[in-house]
């Protein structure tokens, strides 16, 4: 079982360094000029059992060895300070320093949301954007389906994955109404897919304005990133912090009407929001690029609007509404479902809330269930590479200065919020252990923030860095932690 494990880890990263050449990215500094609130310092009811035992082939890593590796690197933080680390081909827990404690994850959290998106969904699942005839005669309605990639046109050549188009949505439309002899309609606009608030509780003000996230609706393209001139920006572009369009929906429908112009379909009066009637007859319909492509996207770039959507997507799958606090509910049951409990508190599906709670060890689960689970395989390859793609690259985010040892052999999701940095994923240390790991600092003094997540760039190169399976060294300490103080095994 192991060796199979591990031939499945080495595959993907072979696929996964070739891939992030072709799809590295600029991402620049994102939320670190956010004041976020953070978790309290005294340790909460944590994770359970979220990593089955399983027999072992040849010797793993020491804890005190891997306690060592990545002491050094952390000694500096003034942080809370929660590590864990495990043997992802069997689940065995190998060093555990606070790995159950709740902690901040930022975009950590992502991988909740992958991997439960994936494990109800699938990887082959597509989201629909569709038009309906509407009740009244001459009457059309836009209906979103929450697909979080559409866009107004085709993106540049070259970009990946390539979106469902409102141009080919319109085009489309104007064929089948020009069929029945109609040039001329009204437009309606339909968002009653998700229901609720359109912004979590918990964000603090100033999301939207520093182009962190738009407001999470039904119909949206371009997951309303915006031009200098407040156009749609039509293209994949994770650098652009302009402030995002504030009615997206409106906006999108805005950009259809303008479409069925271009195509001779004339729209009389503005788009009005209403719901669509059931059963209408459907008379033009584009879908999404498939589940495992769309989380490979949110993985590398970070992406809060794909992933609040696709959260809204598993509460739908499993029979709930689509709001924060359902999808929030059902991301946590999804958990369960896969065999990790406990050790999560979410509040939306992207990680930006600091009311967000999860612990290092249910990370860790989670990576460790999608060495297990072929469903779950696209959250492996859609992991950023250190040196090479997303938000491990450099320049890219606040980690992207990872280097040495872990260039290609480590894989991993970044997160950041004010006082918060965290980095969990996968390393293939210089004994040939697959390492699976979670590092997470909060309370961190904001002025300090990029040091902080350059000292986690350190540990975990270390441990790609570290012959773990050699004899254990006098242990070093950090973040005060007695645990490390005592150096146990």
């Given at each position: 079982m192991r060796i199979a494990a591990l031939a499945?880890?080495?595959?993907?990263?072979?696929?996964?360094?070739?891939?992030?050449?072709?799809?590295?990215?600029?991402l620049p500094l994102r939320l670190a000029a956010l004041r976020v609130p953070t978790v309290a310092a005294a340790p909460v009811v944590g994770a359970g059992a979220v990593l089955p035992s399983g027999a072992q082939g040849g010797e793993l890593p020491t804890a005190g060895r891997l306690r060592s590796a990545v002491a050094a690197p952390l000694s500096a933080l003034r942080a809370q300070i929660s590590v864990l680390i495990a043997d992802p081909a069997t689940g065995q827990v190998l060093l555990s320093d606070d790995g159950t404690r709740l902690m901040t994850p930022a975009s950590?959290?992502?991988?909740?949301?992958?991997?439960?998106?994936?494990?109800?969904?699938?990887?082959d699942a597509r989201f629909s954007t569709r038009v309906v005839r509407g009740a009244a005669p001459g009457s059309i309605v836009l209906v979103g389906g929450g697909d979080p990639t559409l866009a107004v046109h085709p993106y540049p050549a070259g970009e990946y994955p390539q979106p469902a188009t409102l141009a080919a949505l319109a085009a489309q439309a104007a064929r089948a109404l020009k069929s029945a002899a109609s040039s001329t309609v009204s437009l309606g606009y339909d968002t009653s897919l998700y229901t609720g608030p359109d912004m979590a509780p918990g964000w603090p003000d100033g999301y939207v304005s520093s182009g962190n996230v738009t407001a999470i609706v039904s119909l949206e393209v371009d997951q309303g990133r915006l031009t200098a001139s407040g156009a749609p920006e039509d293209s994949d572009d994770p650098g652009n912090l302009r402030p995002r369009a504030t009615d997206p929906a409106g906006q999108a429908a805005a950009s259809f009407a303008a479409l069925l112009a271009a195509d001779g379909i004339r729209v009389t009066g503005a788009p009005v929001a209403q719901a669509a009637p059931a059963h209408s007859p459907v008379i033009a319909s584009v879908a999404s690029p498939p589940l495992s492509a769309i989380v490979a996207q949110m993985l590398q770039e970070s992406n809060n609007v794909i992933a609040e959507n696709l959260a809204r997507q598993v509460a739908l799958a499993v029979g709930a509404p689509a709001s924060f606090a359902d999808a929030a509910a059902a991301l946590s049951a999804e958990l369960g479902r896969l065999g990790i409990t406990g050790g999560i508190r979410m509040s939306d599906g992207s990680g930006l809330s600091p009311d967000d709670a999860v612990a290092p060890a249910t990370l860790v689960g989670v990576l460790q269930r999608a060495v297990a689970d072929p469903g779950l395989r696209p959250l492996l390859g859609g992991l950023p590479v250190a040196g090479f793609s997303g938000t491990l690259s450099a320049g890219q985010s606040i980690f992207g200065g990872i280097g040495g040892a872990a260039l290609g052999s480590v894989r991993a999701k970044t997160g950041n919020l004010d006082t918060v940095t965290a980095l969990a994923g996968l390393a293939y240390d210089s004994s040939g252990a697959m390492l699976a790991f979670a590092i997470m600092a909060d309370d961190v003094p904001t002025a300090e923030l990029p040091a902080a997540a350059k000292a986690i760039d350190a540990a975990a190169t270390a441990l790609a860095g570290c012959g773990c399976r050699l004899p254990t060294p006098a242990a070093t300490t950090y973040g005060g932690d007695s645990e490390l103080r005592n150096g146990a095994p």
């Open positions: 499945t880890l080495a595959t993907i990263n072979v696929f996964t360094l070739v891939a992030g050449i072709a799809v590295a990215r600029m950590t959290a992502k991988l909740v949301t992958a991997a439960a998106a994936l494990g109800v969904l699938g990887g």
